[in-house]
């Protein structure tokens, strides 16, 4: 499951939230993200790491790194491996690496193939970046293939875009939250998925999402009230606010292209313990509407 | 002890303001309402985006921006004029004005790997983003330049993308490529343990096939042009680095959002560079400043609503209803507040914009926001 889409639409808790359950229906799951370098993860609070880290029953969290990946490639497929071992802390590599483009995304989507087909977990749950570099990064094995013709990058591409194109195996999951340039880009990119890079998608979450409270007969009496008590003002001015935010997600909604699968997520509210950040309730909050897509528990 | 950022001074008295922030934080609008602020005082202000909201541009009367600034209608003393940047655009131009003739133009436009780094490469928006800021700053048609900086995962690609390209336009691979298996390369590399020869005859061997002999190409092509192309940016970090340019750094009320701006100023300081501050937008902000009520309290205070209902509306749901939307509402000033205290025990100025509850898309929107950045008075 490829999790992606526009930045602050809430990827990384809907990932979370996603790997959670399928490691609670009991399939061993490895949610994976695309840092740059180590940071803790903002929900599990481990230190990202290479190596998949276990954070929970049947439930890792690791870092996809090209560096790493592709050493660990050379260690395992190249003969007299070790001659090599001095490259990757020379300079020489590091550039090549970065000019070459398509290289990191290639090593990197190789290294969740790895995960995905052949290291003990049964799904691999991918907090991809967001949508405009999403688009490169799966571009990349079509690529690949049409400028290299021969050896093990051309085999691994071709690989990578197999798992890519089978809709058995991998699905991408685009977010949004129910605002009109959000679901657009969201709509483009799921578009572009299915379309240009012929790809299992669906659904979209919409995630955030503020449900009118209120009929409108109720908010006109509210509106038309006058009090001297400053809570009930407040309360008013809180009621009056979220029915304008519901009414602004009620519009962003309705001039949404139809689209075939949307799941909605409702705004889960931060309690206590979140800290301006999501924790784990909030995460077991956000599953609930989720379930639907890992089937009825066995 | 956190300050206030007075974003009116900045607006008042800079020559550019450069937005940062990872995306979803709304940098894009922020920038354009500093744009309508420096206008109303009697500023010409050019507001360069690089992927509008496209009700944004239209917001600002505008078909979609082009490339070249063009002229907002908006009733203020100043002017405000918008654009976008048009990465590969800006790219190619770039190297028409350095390429010493046509035949080394044309040699690098049909370039492969030219046409996907200057088009997709990771760097390349933001290194072009920056020969843009220099190019208009140098031209001095407008009093204040604000710069919508490209999406990033984090703040600080806008600076060190710029870093990997030069990085990489520079000498080091140049050397290596033009004369792979000669003197020059190893004499380049004697400190390292690898020897050049070697390490390309592994790559080859890694990757399969002469991914090398475009890249060289592009180098021949490139080397000539390399110099003049360095030297304009180190002039782009002159020009950050000078007493007009402020960076501000937009953040969500959210810890790991305003968990970088530490980090952000740290880095920018290394780059001697200053930042003015953080502007927090969408802030929950509470609509009593009395405190929190037991809901005992609550549900006393709020009996009037019972007592107004009309036949068709039945008082106790609504009571029910009214308490939850203030409960929600608390809870969200409540988080937002939690956050918000990183940045009280950090040393950066801050400035906070509330969360407007609707997409902000047309010029009397970015004229509500704009007037949300004066300085305020309450805490």
């Known amino acids: 499951m490829i999790v992606t889409g526009k930045g602050g639409v809430g990827k990384t808790s809907l990932a979370a939230a996603l790997a959670l359950l399928s490691a609670r229906r009991g399939s061993r799951t490895v949610l994976v993200t695309f840092d740059r370098e180590d940071t803790d993860h903002s929900i599990f609070g481990v230190r990202l790491k290479y190596q998949p880290k276990e954070v929970h029953e049947r439930l890792a969290v690791s870092r996809v790194d090209a560096f790493e990946a592709v050493r660990e490639y050379v260690r395992r497929k190249m003969p007299f491996s070790s001659l090599y071992e001095g490259f990757f802390e020379g300079r020489v590599f ?205 | 002890m956190s300050t206030r950022l007075d974003i009116t001074a900045l607006t008042r008295d800079k020559k550019i303001i450069v937005c940062c922030g990872s995306g979803g934080v709304g940098k894009t609008t922020a920038a354009a309402a500093m744009g309508v602020l420096a206008a109303t005082q009697g500023r010409s202000a050019l507001v360069m985006t690089i992927d509008p909201a496209h009700r944004l541009s239209q917001a600002m009367g505008l078909d979609g921006l082009s490339n070249d600034p063009q002229r907002v209608d908006l009733d203020a003393p100043g002017s405000l004029h918008a654009m976008m940047l048009d990465s590969k655009r800006t790219f190619d131009r770039l190297v028409e004005s350095y390429a010493a003739n046509e035949r080394i133009r044309d040699t690098i436009f049909a370039n492969n790997y030219y046409q996907q780094m200057s088009s997709s490469l990771g760097g390349s928006k933001e290194l072009i983003a920056m020969e843009r800021v220099f190019e208009i700053a140098s031209a001095q048609d407008y009093d204040l330049l604000i710069v919508d900086t490209p999406p990033a995962q984090r703040a600080l690609d806008f600076l060190d993308a710029p870093k990997r390209m030069i990085d990489l336009l520079d000498g080091t691979l140049t050397g290596l490529l033009l004369k792979p298996y000669g003197l020059a390369a190893r004499m380049q590399f004697g400190l390292f343990r690898e020897s050049s020869a070697v390490t390309m005859k592994f790559l080859e061997r890694l990757t399969g096939f002469e991914i090398l002999t475009d890249l060289s190409d592009f180098m021949m092509a490139f080397s000539s042009m390399f110099d003049g192309f360095k030297d304009r940016s180190h002039k782009v970090m002159e020009l950050m680095r000078g007493p007009g340019t402020s960076f501000v750094l937009v953040c969500a009320p959210a810890r790991m959002s305003l968990g970088q701006a530490d980090q952000f100023a740290a880095r920018l300081t290394s780059e001697s560079i200053s930042i003015a501050g953080v502007l927090v937008n969408r802030v929950h902000l509470p609509f009593a400043t009395s405190g929190d009520l037991a809901d005992a309290d609550l549900i006393s205070e709020l009996a009037p609503i019972g007592l107004l209902s009309d036949k068709s509306i039945d008082g106790l749901t609504l009571i029910a209803r009214v308490t939850g939307a203030y409960t929600s509402q608390r809870a969200l000033v409540r988080s937002d507040r939690a956050a918000l205290k990183q940045l009280r025990e950090s040393e950066l100025p801050s400035h906070l914009v509330p969360h407007f509850n609707r997409d902000l898309h047309n010029m009397e929107d970015m004229e509500e926001f704009a007037a949300a950045l004066y300085p305020y008075s309450v805490p």
Not at chain 1, 126 to 154: M, R, W
Not at chain 1, 240 to 256: I, N, P, W
């Open chain 1, 94 to 298: 590091r550039v090549f690496a970065a000019a070459t483009p398509g290289f990191e995304e290639l090593m990197c989507l190789g290294k969740l193939y790895d995960l995905a087909m052949g290291s003990g977990f049964d799904r691999v749950i991918f907090d991809a970046p967001s949508s405009g570099h999403v688009k490169i990064l799966l571009g990349v094995p079509d690529a690949t293939l049409k400028v290299v013709q021969v050896g093990p990058l051309n085999h691994n591409a071709r690989k990578i875009q197999h798992l890519l194109w089978d809709a058995d195996k991998t699905r991408i999951i685009v977010a949004a939250v129910p605002e009109e340039m959000a679901i657009r880009e969201a709509l483009e990119l799921a578009c572009y998925c299915r379309d240009e890079r012929r790809m299992a998608v669906g659904p979209l979450i919409l995630n955030q999402v503020v449900r009118k409270r209120f009929s409108s007969a109720e908010m006109e009496l509210l509106t038309g009230m006058d009090t001297p008590s400053e809570v009930l003002r407040a309360a008013i001015g809180a009621a009056q606010s979220e029915y304008q935010l519901a009414s602004v997600q009620d519009q962003a909604r309705q001039g949404m292209t139809p689209w075939p699968d949307v799941l909605e997520v409702p705004r889960i509210l931060p309690d206590e313990e979140s800290d301006g950040g999501s924790s784990r309730t909030l995460i077991d909050e956000m599953a609930d509407p989720l379930r639907i897509l890992f089937g009825n528990p066995s």
